[in-house]
């Protein structure tokens, strides 16, 4: 299986700030990597497919870069409904997988 | 309205038997493949089941080979999940979810059910 890592596991910042999660891979994958945000007790929101696409209906401050086994999402200016979860997840295979996951709190 | 929702969770006992259902509407269900994924109290996801299109053709992770089952009732727009032999280890929120693109082999989840509660347990 490809193993995908997050960093950092949490991430505390404020309001308007910039945040950069990273999620590395255990071989290539290509650009074949997506991105979620999750809210306790809900399920999981794509954001991001392909690397860097962003899905219909997700703000722009929302960007995903990255190729090989290296990939990062950013949010450029952080509003309060962005503070939850998020994780990346590999499709370069038949079988996907999940990075552990960053939470994003209030500083 | 675009939706997933899933039925069938509750407790069973290890080495137990349920199954999952998964009600779609607002989309042509027969065009996309489906997936299960799971998730463990505070833990991240985990993709457990993935089914083609047309039914034809299936994959699993490693965790659940041989004990769940992933089928389609596409005349129903039902996706299911057949559970056997569980383990303490397969509780968790179960959610239906959507393949992203119109192809053959899994990709992205670009639609989720609300999750459904499985729990094993003596």
């Known amino acids: 299986d490809v193993q995908m890592t997050q960093s950092p596991s949490t991430l505390s910042a404020s309001v308007g700030d910039r945040a950069t999660i990273t999620c590395r891979a255990s071989q290539s994958i290509k650009r074949w990597l997506a991105w979620y945000q999750q809210k306790p007790g809900k399920a999981p929101r794509l954001l991001i497919y392909?690397?860097?696409i962003l899905e219909r209906g997700v703000p722009p401050r929302f960007s995903g870069s990255g190729s090989g086994t290296e990939f990062t999402l950013t949010i450029s200016s952080l509003q309060s409904d962005d503070f939850a979860t998020y994780y990346c997840?590999?499709?370069?295979?038949?079988?996907?997988?999940f990075g552990q996951g960053t939470k994003v709190e209030i500083k | 309205q675009v939706q997933l929702v899933e039925s069938g969770g509750g407790v069973v006992q290890p080495g137990g038997s349920l199954r999952l259902s998964c009600s779609s509407s607002g989309f042509s269900f027969g065009s996309y493949g489906m997936h299960w994924v799971r998730q463990a109290p505070d833990k991240g996801p985990e993709w457990v089941a993935f089914i083609r299109f047309d039914g034809t053709a299936t994959f699993y992770a490693d965790s659940v080979m041989g004990r769940f089952t992933i089928s389609r009732d596409n005349s129903w727009s039902t996706l299911y999940l057949q559970m056997n032999s569980l383990r303490r280890e397969d509780t968790a929120l179960y959610y239906c979810?959507?393949?992203?693109?119109?192809?053959?082999?899994?990709?992205?989840?670009?639609?989720w059910g609300q999750g459904i509660l499985v729990t094993v347990s003596s």
């Open positions: 979810a959507r393949d992203g693109v119109l192809g053959n082999f899994p990709n992205q989840f670009d639609l």
């Open positions: 997840q590999q499709y370069d295979t038949y079988f996907p997988t």
């Open positions: 392909k690397a860097s």
